[in-house]
C-alpha cells in the first residue's frame, strides 16, 4: 500500500477578469473618496460665485503670469459682453452717416470718400426711411455705367432691436454674413447703427481700419470737401500752424489731449467739440484715445459792429 499524501494547502482564490480591471464597489469607493476630497478643496479655497469674481481671478492669474495680459483682455471682453444689448454700443441715429437715394452721384462720392466707411445706409425722403444698404465699392459702378439704376445696387438692411444681445446678435452677423445692422427704438424709430467690428471691439479692443497709416503722427490732411482729418496724436503746434490759430500748448502735447481736456473726457466716436472756431468731429477711437478727427471751420461770428447795423 502506498503512504497517504499529504493534504494540500488550499488554492489562493482566482481573481477575475473584472477584479483585474477594478471591482465596481473599488470604483464606487474611489469615486466617493474623491468627491469627498473635491469638496473639501472646495470648502478651503471655492471658486468664483460671480462674473465679478471671475474677473478677480483672470487678473490673479495674469498677476501669476498664468495668462497674457491680451488673453485676459480678452477673456472680459467676452464676459462682459454677455451682459450688452445692442443699444449699449450702438453709433446713435443722429451720429450716422446716410446717404440720400436721391443725392446727385457726385454728393454721394464725396461723402464716401470723407468718411471711409465701407456700408452706407440709404434713406429716401426722410432719416427714418431707411430702404437699403449700399456698399461703396458698388458705388464705383456707376462710374463705368451711368444706365444703371442705384437702388438695383442697394442689398436689403437689418433691422434689431436695442434690446438684442451682442452674443446672440454677433451669431447672426457670422450666419447671415451680415456686416451692419439697424437698431430701431421700441416705437420701430431707428435709434443708430451696429457693425459686426463695433461687436468685435467688445473683445478685442479698438480695430484699426483704413485710416490707420504706421506714420501718420502729426498728420493733417484736407478732404474732399475742405474739412480735414487730423490724427489724435497730432502735435498742438501742427495744428496751429495748419488752421492759423493759436491753441495753447502748455499742459498738452497733443491735440487728441487738448479735446479730451475740455470735454472732461475721452470723446466717443460720432461726437464733436468746438475749439478755437473748429469743431472736431471724432472719426475714430482706438485703446482709449482719439485716433482720428474730422475737423471743419465755423462761420466767424459777427462784429458787435456788423450786429448793430
Known sequence: MSEPQPPRPPAAPRRSAHAHRGDPGDTHERSERRTLFERLVEFISPGPDSKDELIETLAEAEHRELIEPQSRAMLEGVLRMADMVAGDVMVAAPRMDLLDIDAPYDELLALVIDTGHSRFPVTEGSRDNIIGILLAKDLLKLQRAPEL??????????????????????????????????????????????????????????????????????????????????????????????????????????IGGLIAHELGRVPRRGESVEVANLRFSVMLTRGGAVRWFKVQRLPKPLAASDTEA
Do not use: C, M, W
Open 149 to 254: 439704376n442705384l437702388r438695383t445696387l442697394l442689398r436689403p438692411a437689418v433691422f434689431v432691436p436695442e434690446s438684442k444681445g451682442l452674443n446672440e446678435l454677433l451669431r447672426d452677423f457670422r450666419t447671415n454674413r451680415n456686416h451692419l445692422a439697424i437698431v430701431i427704438d421700441e416705437f420701430g424709430n431707428t435709434a443708430g447703427l451696429l457693425t459686426i467690428e463695433d461687436v468685435l471691439e467688445e473683445i478685442v479692443g479698438e480695430i484699426e481700419d483704413e485710416f490707420d497709416v504706421a506714420d501718420a503722427a502729426d498728420a493733417v490732411y484736407t478732404l474732399a470737401d475742405g474739412t480735414h482729418r487730423v490724427a489724435g496724436d497730432a502735435s498742438i503746434g501742427s495744428v496751429n500752424e495748419a488752421f492759423g490759430i493759436a491753441l495753447p500748448d502748455q499742459d498738452f502735447d497733443t
